[in-house]
């Protein structure tokens, strides 16, 4: 079923990924319209969603480490969140130090940090009984 699901966000990354970064920016900025994202952002997204995608349908071993890494990312969201969102802006927008982030944003970067590890925890557990 997480798989599944995987398969959903992907999709919808790769094949609409202005909608996310427009959708990402209204829930963490203050003012989108004073940003500038950088010209990979936008692509950056579809191809993860690619990978999305792909992983999942692949499953097996494949899909086992990507369940490590989404479990790595969560624990980085949920114990360093301002490092961790520091680190992406740096990456996806031109003059990161602007940008001006909504007070609510650490409670929901923590959020999704716990999301990540359950559904990893959960998915290499499955995994481990199926071999």
């Known amino acids: 079923m997480v798989r ?5 966000v992907g999709l919808v990354m ?8 427009e959708a990402f920016e209204e829930l963490a900025l203050k003012t989108s319209d004073e940003v500038s994202p950088r010209s990979t952002f936008t692509p950056a997204i579809r191809a993860e969603g690619v990978m999305f995608v792909v992983v999942s ?5 494949v899909y086992r480490v990507s369940m490590y890494v989404l479990g790595l990312a969560g624990a980085i969201a949920l114990f360093v969140p301002k490092q961790a969102l520091r680190f992406s802006m740096n990456i996806a927008y031109e003059n990161p130090e602007t940008v001006e982030w909504k007070d609510r944003l650490d409670p929901v970067i923590r959020g999704f940090g716990v999301l990540y590890l359950l559904i990893a925890l959960n998915e290499v557990k499955n995994c481990s009984r199926e071999t």
Do not use: C, D, N
């Not at 599944?4 to 959903?8: A, E, L, M, N, Y």
């Not at 790769?14 to 970064?21: D, G, I, K, N, S």
């Open 4 to 8: 599944f699901g995987f398969v959903i």
């Open 14 to 21: 790769a094949l609409v990924p202005a909608r996310v970064r």
């Open 57 to 61: 349908v692949l499953g097996g071993p």
